[in-house]
């Protein structure tokens, strides 16, 4: 459940095929996301979860699962 609004959100914002999005999907390499992106998009999964992503924790997230793991972890 997580993994797929995690992955609606992406599609969204990216303009992405859901079949396009896994766990393993890289933010920087598969959907060319630059440092602004990502933390757009994590500002999208902060209020989509009602919750904050400090930015420590945005360095370290490279890919969709990382976001999900980030996100059940919690």
Do not use: N
Request: hydrophobic share 40%.
């Amino acid at each position: 459940m997580v993994f797929e609004k995690v992955r609606d959100i992406i599609c969204e914002q990216f303009d992405v095929d859901a079949d396009r999005v896994t766990m393993d999907t890289s933010l920087s390499s598969d959907l060319q996301a630059d440092s602004l992106d990502v933390i757009d998009l994590a500002m999208s999964i902060e209020d989509e979860f009602d919750m904050e992503v400090p930015d420590t924790e945005i360095e370290k997230i490279k890919t969709v699962g990382d976001f999900v793991r980030f996100i059940e972890d919690r």
